[in-house]
């Protein structure tokens, strides 16, 4: 994650929020009060983001704001964890504290969610991965928060990984077709991925030397024979509908890799409150 | 909603997707290749968003792109039903594919959260409203998609409205005081709504002719004295880890608005697959 | 008002007045030449924005720059007052000037006009208000201008009040149509103005519970029988065409604001000057 | 004035304005209901913007909006007059109309102001300039708006053209001195022009062959002396605190060109209205 | 490449050369003088960008200018053809003509230099491709005329590719230590590539199963024993200072891969005018 | 040049490298390790934007990079100067490499080529300019490098400066009808010029008063006619295809300005590498 994009974002994030002015805490505060107040758990979850998100919301609503003690990401915090302790002026807690526990609370979740995933298959050899179903903005972010809970990244974005599917075959007349022109096309650091329904298409997919498999929605028998048939030569990626109940079955046909669309567009959001402390 | 800010907004969403380009798509496809797909409804949920934001997306990618039947906001739709059908280039179609399937699985996620909020308390003359706990960079979007789902809107932002909380109280020394001070000095078109955690604190907001008293967590039998109290001398609102469960207990209290922070932080992402039309 | 907000429009007017570089300046003087000089009245007026607005420029131009001394907002100065002292490399202290003084010298301008207003009406218990005819781009700055003077803000834009005229009116039927469709519409938060013509339309406002009744372009002694009507059970406000000279007038008809568009779209700019100190 | 400067500078006021929607229309009007309305002068003056800005931002809010009937700028008109028709969906045209008029308003205001300077000195060969005292983010629509009046623009921004002042002036230990620094360092496309106090200073400038000769703050009769030592040999321009009631004077003088600080940060707005046709 | 990005680039760029208008042809030209105008070749040369960037710079400057005739990207053009023919308002053609040609001129320069190490290397299977050594600002058109030229696109950013180097290696204190961390930390979908010095390091790049091996500045014989070594374990790119003279000798050591930096950071930009026709 | 511009821009460089991070780097380092480098020359060359430029990229990247030893502007390096050393986070100084040195290459490119053509010059009394042949949203960076290079600039933009071109003349009529229209109508400030063929063409811009006459491609015995019919009435400027070969040629004809857009368009950039320091 690059401070320069990050800093964009979140200066962008603090004027959705306050916008022309804080209309309840400006007027009360001198801009010489200071306070001080710890983010706190309220609920048991994987936390992402306390040091590189939310402290640096605070920082940048006014650069006066310390920020200490922020937990590691992909901690596993229980109730009452400080996870951050913040103290400046009390008129730019307020004003960044919206935007700050919003972004926590819901890298938070994802960070969780994952880890839930990534905890169901701990006896494979298999990554749990995200997918492009992101909240639109927040890209960077969502992914940076699945890596907290111990999940991998898939590609980013359309222009740095090549996945073939129906449409590109027909456009193509044959998946081979379609492989053979991208293959020649795309940049030779980019490898190609195959979306396949059926196990003809992944030994097709072999006999052009695929970089990586796509079982799409594939029941847990042809996943197996899938496997069995790819070995080492390629990964071997299911996708479709997984849930932390059909996870594990998933991961025991030898997949090398799970890609879980609700990491990033399904994961409620943890509970974190801001408590001040008396001064 | 302004279109002005929403294509600013949906442009970096396609920037954030896209980026330099589509590696699958662009070398296969021509810009002259028509095509068509149907967005189709996976699951049974409330629709958000099909023409104002999914079709806008496909437009703001291509102007040549025709969006049709868009299903009108706040519909429930079943499995299969055809949500928005899209025409032009099968580039462009596919460049726009995921940013317009992520805001309206998203916005309809939310959409259908609201519409069971609203169901649960049907009986009663109560608003479900959302809160500021909103995904950073969507607020206006997720604001529509609670209003499209038969909820209401609570502030925008901070700078309009006034709600005083327990740091306000303090640095004034009373909850008077504090109201006072901002009744005088913002603008008289400004609500003042205060957050109370006692019955003690509703009298207090009454006498000083608070607009809008918020029970914060408050106990169900705390809120119906609270409600007594008040009558039509201002709005009641009821805040504080409101869930389907409890909203309808709260509901019966007599309140005026349920604000719901789950609306909007913790609504699960609707299922929406496109599906091509053989040419 | 808030900073994000605020040095993101002044980096913009600051590229706005020095393009690609001072070509006058850069050539003569090394970053390493220091100065110092003095923001001083040119004639007598009340002040807004030396330290949140002047200061905040010399600053963006080179955090190096030191600022001293200013004069707090919506104090009268006179000919002669030093406003603010800056010191620091002089060839950022001159690529800053212009931007800085034309916003002190815009925004003194408000505060003075508004200033003078409020002097009118001193012996009334009514508040003078800007309102939405302010500069483009400017209105977070000319909004904070009339608070300095001793003015008041009325809604900041078409997102934060709702404010009912004549097409929306005839859009619905009548009046309370109108009033009705948008209270069930809008936000709970959000406070209901209408504006009227007659005292029937002042009537209808009151039975449907309107909470502020702006009287446009009414004679005084409609006004007072308006005044009448309404008594406490509404806000009254005052609108069209109101100078230095009939405002005491209204004022005296008990309408509790006057909102005067003069504010911002008329004030002439005070006369400020900057001083070099001999090194 | 172009049009992709012009057109980024008007969205953003739009946004500013309507910010994330209009809380009164867009609940009365669907996006169907069309409408037709005439921006009308409600007092006499020079108009300036009609086309080409208040245009322009009825069609960014919606270009199915269709404008009509442009009066041309620099045209005096009187009360009543039709300044331009605008006809499409009622909710745009709402949501368009005050930043429309505020700009309107405001150029016209200029155009006007500068349209009485001309008038007053147009017995003498000599321009009214504007200067660098526009409004912070305005200026290329205020330098527009003195075009239209009669008027002429003073360099853009500090890198279109070298002034010469006090400053530069002690850094280099003379006048000379710092305008043969310029000289060697500048394009040869830039003029350069100094600001002199004495004939002293004067007569060095056109010792060492500057361009223009900026007479700042000079009484009549040392203004008379300096024009007869000049002759043809450079721009002479008087500047500082010129009046309406000055201004003929000083143009009697001989100068060039007068530069009028007052065109830009003080020309009060004129009166436009919107009226609404039945339809 | 992106229309979205695109167009949001070739704005700014219309800025830069615009700024706040043409002052030569504004007063000159209405904006009803239409004319035409043919780009044409003043010299030989390999053509990329005429209908893709060139003409989409004029219709942004005025969607009413029809750009036809567009060559080709790719194609080699002699002296005198005509690139591309652009009618419309005058001024607006003159506006747009400058950025269109540099850009034009730039980008055919581009695929002019990449065509001729293309051409060099005709008779070995081997791909030429770009580095990260662009021009700031313009990465996504260079790399677009690097592939118009016959060439391939390397990684695009530091997001999109791993390539691991001394310093990387140092860190970890070995190269197999680098490999594995990161084959750890990164996407599945990324390839991991290592810049190697020696022929032990090519070795233990097999051993660790690096993607892609690059020979960083070897003489021929030690790569032709590297080519040897990996056979087809992996893909081998040579790198450093690679010209005209040398690439034919360095792709006959059987390499798959050659980037040159020069390709986008040296080459010289051809001559393009623009000619306009009698009307 | 100016910093609050630059800054800008630096980071939208920044940017479109690192994108949403650096893959290689961010998993191998800590934020805590620091290290050092050298930027050093590969090869010998006038060196442009050492402090101004590089040095801005890493401190943009991270304010705790420290930056010594730049190079002045201009200086003649020979292989193995060290240009400037950095010190700092090595995941930063990784980060910001690549923007550095694409910049410090390619301005110094621009600085050698124009020093080459200043050498060859510098027996007589002439300027070498830059022209509008500039890298699109580069201008203020590339226009820099020339004057680095001993070089001057030509107009900025558009708005800065007339230049009356065929087009131009045509539109009028005549020359001196162009000249007498604008000369009418632009700021006093600006100077006009003219591009002319003939000697005919020539004598007409001085009976007209023309500030510059461009010879635009003339044959030298032309061009010494020229200069000896205009002598000290106006600046006269060569322009077309000068090259290291001919720019003697023309220098020796008396012209007071010869114009390169090689200067900018073709200077190959200079090699210059970062080396680790062992720590």
Chains 1, 2, 3, 4, 5, 6 share one sequence.
């Not at 401070?3 to 010489?32: N, Y």
């Not at 749990?128 to 903005?137: A, C, E």
């Not at 940049?187 to 190609?192: D, N, V």
Request: hydrophobic letters at 40%; a negative charge.
């Amino acid at each position: 994650m690059d401070k320069v994009s990050l800093q964009s974002m979140l200066r962008s994030f603090l004027r959705e929020d306050i916008a022309h002015g804080d209309l309840t805490s400006e007027p009360l505060f001198s801009s010489e009060t200071m306070g001080s107040a710890d983010l706190v758990a309220r609920e048991s979850f994987v936390i992402a983001g306390a040091e590189a998100v939310a402290a640096e919301v605070f920082r940048l609503q006014n650069p006066e704001i310390s920020c200490m003690g922020a937990v590691k990401d992909g901690t596993m915090v229980s109730v009452g964890t400080c996870l951050l302790t913040v103290s400046g002026p009390v008129v730019d807690l307020l004003k960044a504290e919206r935007v700050a526990l919003n972004l926590l609370q819901h890298l938070s979740g994802i960070a969780t969610l994952t880890s839930r995933f990534v905890e169901k298959t701990k006896l494979y050899p298999v990554r749990i991965t995200d997918t492009r179903k992101t909240t639109p903005g927040l890209r960077m972010l969502e992914k940076y928060a699945v890596r907290a809970g111990g999940g991998y990244n898939h590609r980013f974005n359309l222009s740095d990984g090549v996945l073939i599917k129906d449409n590109h075959i027909a456009a193509c007349g044959s998946l081979t077709g379609a492989v053979e022109t991208l293959r020649e096309k795309v940049p030779h650091t980019i490898k190609i991925e195959v979306e396949t329904d059926t196990l003809d298409q992944v030994r097709e997919c072999l006999d052009c030397g695929v970089d990586i498999i796509m079982l799409d929605n594939m029941d847990i028998e042809t996943m197996k024979q899938a496997v069995a048939m790819v070995g080492d030569k390629a990964l071997v990626e299911a996708s479709g509908g997984v849930t932390l109940e059909t996870v594990a079955t998933i991961a025991a046909t030898g997949v090398h890799i799970i890609s879980v669309g609700a990491l990033t567009h399904s994961a409620p959001s943890c509970d974190i409150g801001m408590d001040w402390k008396v001064c």
